[in-house]
């Protein structure tokens, strides 16, 4: 369903990922809006894509699924805009001077003669650039986001894309799609890769296919893992673009020059990690080594009448795995505990089991 509409006011906003819930105002009626919303301030006019939801506390709302920033179509829209703080430099009063002064060619004026602000009381040549030059960057904001919503990518990613590319964010995107699956994690990459594909990349092209490997690393992670065995990866490269075996080795050779990737020789197998991952598990090792021999200065005397103690003062009965666990923690700097959940009994309430 689509709506189109202006926010006349924001009720709630994530500034970390601009999750926000607004009012906003159709021709008939006023309804709150709720979605990612980057970019997006009071006075601006919005074509949103989504359905309405009934919230169990707040009642009938609409859930922003995309949505598409617009020039406010009437001259008051277009006055509250530029007084929204969306454009550097303009105030209310300020706002409402250029409107009165330029009317219909507003708009205009700001994108292509910005000279002419500075026939404004209040606004001098340099001040008039400024401002154009700041209204002429939140216009090619609203390029970005309607650029990846194309491709089904949503507007809670362009924020970032911004902020990492600035206004040349869709040349940079265009040039190597590949980029968004190293700044927006979770994005899919088979979404990516069809618009990459989408845009003319060829199936075998490098960047294709090195992002395909460290895709494939990235989500290893998401099970636990930090490396993945090298003829796995390379198997499963294959399969997720189609492409030879000869072009999987290559590229992970070339991001192995890179420093992008290590590959790690165990026996006669080999394991490739994402570099930063490796560094950060040389990292733990170098800590855990350093702390196993350090001083023990935490070691409790004669644990075992502690244990005895505690188990009467606080009527929990500990089994004997745990009490094992407990004086292996005690004796050692490092200790790692593995296995299901246990539990402890109330001496009081035998029935009452629990689980630690």
Not at 309 to 320: D, R
Request: proline fraction near 1%.
């Amino acid at each position: 369903m689509e709506i189109t509409g202006e926010i006349s006011a924001i009720i709630y906003r994530n500034e970390v990922n601009s999750y926000t819930i607004a009012d906003f105002e159709m021709e008939e009626e006023e309804t709150t809006i709720v979605g990612y919303l980057p970019f997006v301030n009071v006075g601006d006019t919005l074509k949103a894509i989504g359905k309405f939801v009934e919230h169990k506390e707040y009642g009938r709302q609409f859930k922003v699924d995309t949505f598409e920033k617009m020039m406010p179509k009437t001259l008051g829209a277009l006055e509250r805009y530029l007084a929204n703080g969306s454009v550097k430099g303009i105030g209310k009063a300020l706002a409402s001077r250029i409107v009165d002064k330029f009317g219909e060619e507003t708009i205009h004026v700001f994108r292509y003669e910005p000279k002419r602000l500075a026939e404004i009381r209040g606004i001098s040549q340099d001040k008039a650039l400024d401002i154009a030059q700041s209204f002429v960057e939140n216009w090619e904001v609203w390029q970005i986001v309607g650029f990846l919503e194309r491709f089904g990518i949503g507007a809670e990613h362009a924020k970032k894309v911004f902020d990492l590319f600035g206004s040349n964010a869709i040349e940079e995107i265009e040039s190597n799609p590949y980029i968004l699956i190293d700044i927006t994690r979770g994005v899919d990459f088979k979404q990516i890769d069809n618009m990459a594909l989408g845009l003319g990349i060829a199936q075998d092209n490098e960047k294709r296919v090195t992002s395909g490997i460290k895709y494939g690393l990235i989500r290893s992670t998401y099970n636990g893992h930090t490396c993945v065995l090298k003829t796995n990866l390379i198997e499963f490269v294959i399969n997720l673009l189609n492409v030879s075996e000869e072009c999987v080795e290559n590229a992970i050779i070339y991001l192995k020059v890179k420093d992008e990737i290590v590959i790690e020789e165990r026996g006669e197998q080999e394991y490739v990690y994402l570099y930063a991952f490796y560094n950060a598990e040389k990292e733990i090792a170098f800590r855990i080594n350093r702390l196993q021999k350090s001083a023990n200065v935490k070691k409790v005397l004669k644990i075992e009448e502690k244990l005895e103690k505690v188990e009467k003062n606080s009527n929990i009965e500990l089994s004997e795995k745990q009490k094992e666990a407990v004086k292996l923690v005690n004796d050692n700097n490092v200790t790692i505990i593995t296995g299901r959940t246990g539990y402890w009994k109330n001496n009081n309430h035998k029935n009452n089991n629990r689980y630690l």
